[in-house]
């Protein structure tokens, strides 16, 4: 069975084309076929595409920054050139699609008709830089695949089952009815790391407290109890919570007010200002990419340094919560393109945690690791970095609905 999943991000497109053989699933996630991730963030106007297949690595620069033209080239690249691992497009049997809000009606993997992209347009008003883009997705491959069936699978489902106290705001009871209540996103991520996180420690998943930290352009953590998340950092939209490549964050909601009443700002510019123009941007006036943040402050940038230390505040202050939900924790997992990536912000959060037993493995955690643990023998947390694999999760559930 030859999945294509695609996986569209605020600021990239992630996807891969997966070629299942057999009666069952593998139980370890099997290398894709092809690989292809479209980045936004590299030059401004215009987008990178660089695909992986049968061991080339092909990169170009996109003529167009539209996102429906980009997964069209994108696409073209499975049939044609080095990468080349389909005759014909036809061939694909089905399209997965990671979706952010699902909203309280969808918390399981659905096939995509016409009352599910109304959804999924109606709720873009809570995701407002995801869901229109998931929408754009499943409306380009209906144009270039035409026919092929298409599964939305939703970010905010693995959060569904959380408690009612971990759902709700303090607010009026007839507003929550209204369905103003915390989702939760990165669900798929955060479900796959906490599998992927007892598999490694060869633990059963109702024996263990976890918490998993998606750590990437958005940012959220999940506390994880017997397999099922129980509480997270986003809420009702991605903007609650951690902050972020460009997003703020948790603030103090009296702030939005106080800008427009004060100095005049209207409601676009303080969603643009809170989501596009805060977290690790703003703060350090650089870049919403560690990457660029952390060459700043090898340079001994002073506001690079602040933007490192506000961002591992909020993040353990935030596992705090999460740990006071769990009543403990057996393991903490980091995933995303920081969470793997940035060996300096695992040091120091869990530098932070050292009162809970917390030891890194300091040269494991600066090696790169992936699926792997990087805590020492006697430390009383188990620490692991687990490459996020949100493709594979979903490539998984669209071969279940066809099973």
């Known amino acids: 069975m030859k999945i294509l999943v695609l996986n569209a991000g605020s600021s990239s497109q992630k996807s891969c084309l997966f070629d299942l053989q057999g009666k069952s699933l593998p139980d370890r996630p099997p290398d894709p076929a092809w690989k292809a991730h479209i980045d936004w963030t590299v030059k401004s106007g215009t987008a990178v595409l660089t695909v992986k297949a049968n061991g080339e690595t092909v990169e170009t620069e996109l003529e167009s920054s539209s996102k429906k033209d980009a997964i069209a080239e994108m696409l073209a690249t499975l049939t044609t050139g080095k990468t080349r691992v389909l005759d014909r497009l036809s061939e694909i049997e089905t399209v997965g699609h990671r979706v952010v809000h699902g909203g309280s009606d969808y918390s399981d993997a659905v096939v995509v008709n016409s009352e599910v992209k109304d959804a999924i347009d109606r709720l873009s008003i809570l995701a407002p830089a995801h869901n229109r883009v998931n929408l754009e997705g499943i409306e380009a491959i209906e144009k270039i695949l035409e026919n092929v069936p298409q599964v939305a699978v939703f970010d905010t489902g693995f959060h569904s089952q959380m408690p009612e106290s971990a759902k709700m705001y303090p607010l009026p009871k007839e507003w929550c009815d209204r369905g103003i209540r915390r989702y939760g996103f990165h669900g798929i991520s955060h479900d796959y790391c906490t599998r992927r996180t007892a598999q490694i420690l060869g633990r059963d998943l109702e024996d263990l407290k976890i918490i998993t930290c998606h750590l990437g352009n958005g940012c959220s953590l999940a506390a994880v109890r017997h397999g099922k998340s129980i509480d997270t950092t986003m809420g009702f939209t991605p903007l609650e919570g951690l902050m972020m490549g460009t997003r703020s964050g948790s603030i103090d909601p009296a702030i939005p007010l106080y800008l427009m009443r004060q100095h005049g700002l209207d409601l676009d510019e303080v969603e643009r200002l809170l989501e596009k123009e805060s977290g690790l941007k703003g703060v350090s006036g650089i870049s919403s990419d560690w990457r660029s943040i952390r060459e700043a ?107």
């Open 297 to 403: 402050l090898q340079k001994g940038d002073e506001r690079a340094r602040l933007t490192l230390d506000l961002y591992v505040h909020r993040l353990v202050s935030n596992m705090g919560a999460m740990l006071t939900s769990l009543g403990g924790v057996d393991a903490i997992s980091f995933t995303g393109g920081v969470g793997e990536h940035a060996p300096e912000i695992r040091q120091y959060a869990c530098e932070k945690l050292a009162f809970l037993g917390v030891k890194l493995d300091g040269d494991r955690n600066q090696s790169s690791p992936e699926d792997e643990e990087i805590s020492t023998s006697d430390s009383a947390v188990r620490v692991l970095v687990i490459s996020a694999r949100e493709e594979w999760a979903i490539a998984r559930e669209c071969w279940q609905l066809q099973h």
